[in-house]
């Protein structure tokens, strides 16, 4: 079985992502290879021209001395051309290093200069401008590449060249040395390294996690062997280009796959574009389940009150139904009849609002999805699945099958994966994508990987008696209350954010003697409902102090503490005057809390939120977009009141 | 942000020459003798008190008012008695104070509108939809779709302009106005009642079209710290005289200017 995966991977004409796409040219050349949207219309390029574009770009890198083993940078949104941006550094043996488009200077610069980087293509004048304002601390910077010429016109720099000139330099270079490309495209083996994906890091400074062509490619192939991915399915690349995720599914799967990648017209205009394209697969964080969870809540809020019946019954129809189709038990005739008719009423018309009407498999990964969040999902028929891995495995690990998706667990590994978990309750993984190492930082590889090749994820987790793997949570978040309770922040927290007002929460209990929570409103549907109760706010730190807010958020708290366990549930939060910001370092670029940076930031809340205050002064350093810093003078009021949820009812 | 290099302004043949203009109102002299010479490419400021006649001026300019007296000459035709939509075809941009779009169009459908002036095929044409009136069509909407990129209007292109906010408004008329392909572009006061950063957009999109599209610019504004960034050329209007003109640092040391905004000594 082992034997027939991972074939790709090790046939010397399709081991590296490069020569895939050559095959690609060959056995499928005027299939679609990868759309953009531009000036509103999507523009195809065959896998032909897909090809040809990155042998042009990759020949125009050597003609400008790009050699073995040299660093290339993309910065910016999906874009086709920094797709092959990166696929024609990987065809002359560099290496590809991803950044966040949307990172601060200070933080590029690290990455950067740690990579040691010698080549960036950024997408426009904005992120241009940003390296340049970091050339003296980039010694192994020698040229920077553009793709949107806007702005740039009258820029004098010796270093800054566009996309098409690169191209054109490469048509050149390569009627002179006609047979260069292919050379160099057959030099390269599976085992080079392919990408180093800088880690979001909740903990520290990114580290560099190098992963080979083999890894990604069998880690690739093997997932397509467990899921129904069909050639020509269509999938919209929009998440960040240096998230490992983007960078499995925009190219490794959809190269191994002959899959088509769609790039939207820019970060406004996802939900719009995927609405028009209605993708046969759908990959989100957390994040955006509840973004869409809450537009749809808004938007049934805001309908017409026979709307709001017939969704609101349909809506309990289908959550009953997964309820019982959870616990496996058969479904009454009545309840199937219901369903079929909320399939044409509600159902469908939402999955088509959302665009996900065409989608056959949905996926949830990079952190944990609220079982509520899950569930309503599901029950509207969307086939959404949670996925888990780690950057140092390739991302794609363990997932859920289609016949089996409970909210509490992340699925099986793949085919060709082994699992298990150590005395501490750590999951380990191993298999054809764990990493070569941490570039530059061999004591932390060592640290990472056993000597028998488990990789240690620093995930906690079980696997329960179906062999569903269950994670806990980030093994060192988890902690015990005082009186000796088990309490996992990450558990309440997406209770909390269930609601659609709220936006993000920390919860904290460890060794302390109850819970309590710092709660980020959400600016949108808090604002909308302020419209609509007729209260005028100015800002979001206004509106996040207006007593009816406050009013509003106890009431959601309240009905959420009913869900919950006794001990563990809220007893005093603050509502906190500003977003958690990944600028502030607050949560990492993809959004994931920082617990400890943030438990030190607002060490003097947490000490009032456990001490009997009913407000606490803060004052914070913020850091703006382009990287200046204010300080925020701010009262903060805490909630302790009416959170039980016999107040509830008694109101 | 700086301004343009001189040289690359004044040593092109003049664009817009307007001489010795005058329009009154009743006893009102809105606007008294004045003359301004709009080079290719240039980007003009005119400031001034309230009522100093600067929108009269541009209303003149685009025809809306028939000067009293005075001449308009763009690029050697006279077009001082023709009438707005003239003006406009002969490549005449402008946006308004106070905002007039058509709120119930999208976005895309008011820029396709600012095309109008350009468009041939008529009332029959259009309805059979085929052979030159679509390929027409199809040539109007590349041009309005490279607008909406230049303007970064992608998410809101088919909205009603109604229902966006009003800094994003501001922004679809300067689209409109430059769906006409003008080679001068009146702005009347377009950074109106903006926060500052929808004043740093616009300014940013004020200078990529006068300096990457070549587009000679007269900017009526009320922030005199965009002005003096962005003009080639300030002109400071008075009781519709113009009591000074030169470069953004000779008005704002220009002894008569200080006087018009901050009044006479006692």
């Known amino acids: 079985m082992t034997a027939k995966l991972s074939t790709l991977a090790t046939e010397s004409r399709t081991c590296t992502l490069p020569k895939l796409s050559r095959r690609n040219a060959e056995s499928f050349g005027r299939a679609p290879g990868i759309r ?148 160099e495209l057959d030099t390269g083996c599976g085992d080079d390294a392919a990408i180093i994906a800088y880690t979001s890091g909740t903990t520290g400074r990114p580290k560099g996690a190098m992963l080979s062509h083999r890894n990604v490619i069998a880690t690739a192939e093997n997932y397509v062997s467990a899921e129904h991915i069909r050639r020509g399915d269509n999938s919209l690349a929009y998440l960040p280009m240096a998230w490992v995720g983007d960078m499995m599914f925009s190219l490794a799967t959809a190269l191994v796959a002959a899959v088509t990648v769609n790039c939207p017209e820019g970060p406004e205009t996802v939900q719009r574009d995927l609405r028009e394209l209605g993708p046969h697969a759908f990959f989100a964080p957390p994040r955006i389940w509840e973004t869409l969870l809450t537009q749809v809540q808004v938007k049934a809020a805001d309908a017409s009150w026979l709307k709001r019946l017939v969704y609101e019954f349909f809506r309990r129809a289908a959550e009953q139904r997964e309820l019982l189709r959870a616990d496996g038990k058969k479904i009454p005739l009545v309840r199937n009849v219901a369903h079929r008719l909320g399939e044409i009423l509600i159902y469908g018309p939402v999955r088509d609002q959302l665009g996900l009407r065409n989608a056959r498999w949905c996926l949830s990964g990079g952190a944990p999805l609220g079982p509520d969040t899950f569930r309503f999902f599901r029950s509207f028929g969307v086939n959404l699945k949670q996925i888990y891995g780690a950057t140092e495995a390739s991302a794609l690990v363990v997932f859920q099958r289609d016949r089996y998706a409970d909210p509490n667990t992340v699925g099986q590994v793949a085919p060709g994966w082994e699992i298990r978990i150590d005395e501490h309750g750590e999951i380990h993984l191993r298999g054809p994508g764990v990493f070569l190492g941490y570039y530059k930082q061999e004591d932390a590889t060592r640290e990472a990987i056993t000597v028998d090749g488990w990789l240690k994820t620093g995930d906690a987790g079980l696997i329960d008696p179906q062999g569903q793997l269950a994670i806990i949570d980030r093994a060192k978040d988890v902690g015990k209350l005082e009186d000796g309770t088990p309490f996992a922040p990450q558990f309440i927290e997406n209770k909390l954010k269930f609601s659609p007002f709220i936006r993000e929460a920390v919860a904290f209990g460890d060794s302390r003697p109850f819970v309590t929570a710092m709660i980020v409103i959400d600016f949108n549907t808090a604002g909308n409902w302020a419209e609509r109760h007729g209260l005028a706010y100015t800002s979001f730190m206004d509106l996040s102090r207006r007593p009816e807010v406050a009013e509003l958020i106890v009431a959601e708290v309240a009905k959420i503490n009913a869900t919950l366990p006794e001990s563990v549930r809220l007893r005093r939060f603050v509502l906190l005057t500003k977003e958690l910001e990944a600028d502030d370092a607050e949560i990492t670029r993809t959004r994931k809390v920082r617990r400890a940076f943030v438990a030190e930031k607002y060490a003097d809340v947490i000490a009032a939120l ?42 | 942000m700086t301004a343009l290099p001189l040289s690359i302004v004044g040593s092109e043949t003049s664009r817009l020459s307007i001489t010795d203009v005058s329009k009154r109102f009743g006893g009102v002299a809105a606007v008294d003798g004045i003359s301004v010479e709009v080079e290719k490419g240039a980007l003009v400021s005119i400031i001034g008190p309230n009522g100093a006649g600067k929108t009269t001026l541009l209303n003149i300019i685009s025809g809306f008012f028939k000067p009293d007296r005075g001449r308009i000459v763009l690029q050697g035709k006279d077009i001082t008695a023709r009438k707005p939509n003239e003006i406009a075809a002969m490549g005449i941009a402008r946006t308004f104070q106070n905002i007039a779009l058509f ?164």
Not at chain 2, 240 to 248: F, H, M, Q, T, V
Not at chain 2, 253 to 262: D, F, M, R
Request: hydrophobic content about 40%; some cysteine; overall charge negative.
């Open chain 1, 610 to 651: 456990y001490g009997g205050a009913d407000n606490v002064q803060v004052s914070l350093v913020v850091t703006f977009e382009d990287g200046r810093q204010g300080t925020l003078k701010s009262t903060m009021a805490i909630h302790g009141e009416r959170l039980d949820a016999d107040a509830l009812k008694a109101a």
């Open chain 2, 103 to 266: 709120s119930g169009l999208t976005v895309l459908d008011n820029l396709m509108l600012g095309r109008h002036v350009r468009m041939r095929s008529g009332v029959f044409g259009s309805v059979v939809y085929w052979g030159i009136a679509q390929r027409e069509e199809i040539a109007h909407r590349e041009i309005c779709e490279e607008l909406i990129d230049f303007l970064k209007l992608q998410d809101v292109r088919k909205q009603p302009t109604g229902a966006l906010p009003y800094g994003l408004r501001k922004r679809v008329e300067l689209g409109r106005a430059l769906a006409l392909e003008p080679s001068v572009l009146l702005l009347d006061e377009p950074m109106g009642g903006m926060n500052q950063d929808e004043k740093e957009d616009m300014a940013r999109y004020i200078l990529d079209v006068n300096q990457e599209r070549g587009v000679s610019v007269v900017l009526i504004e009320h922030d005199m710290g965009v002005v003096m960034d962005i003009s080639d050329r300030v002109i400071v209007l008075d009781y519709g005289r113009k009591i000074a003109e030169g470069s953004p640092a000779d008005v704002q040391s220009n002894p008569a200017v200080i006087q018009a905004y901050l009044g006479r000594k006692p």
């Open chain 1, 36 to 183: 953009e949207k531009d000036r509103g219309i999507w523009r195809t390029y065959s896998w032909q021209a897909y090809y040809d574009n990155l042998r042009d770009f990759a020949l125009g890198l050597a003609a400008s001395g790009f050699r073995r083993g040299d660093k290339l940078s993309v910065v910016g949104d999906n874009r086709p051309c920094l797709y092959w941006a990166q696929l024609a550094a990987q065809a002359l043996g560099g290496i590809a290093v991803p950044v966040y488009q949307d990172a601060i200077a200070s933080e590029l610069v690290h990455v950067l200069d740690h990579a040691e980087v010698s080549v960036i293509v950024a997408e426009d004048q904005e992120q241009v401008d940003k390296v340049l304002s970091l050339r003296e601390r980039l010694p192994h910077l020698r040229s920077i590449i553009f793709s949107d010429p806007r702005g740039l016109g009258r820029y004098q720099e010796p270093m800054l060249r566009s996309h098409a000139q690169t191209q054109a330099a490469g048509r050149e270079f390569g009627q002179k040395h006609p047979d260069y490309f292919e050379r």
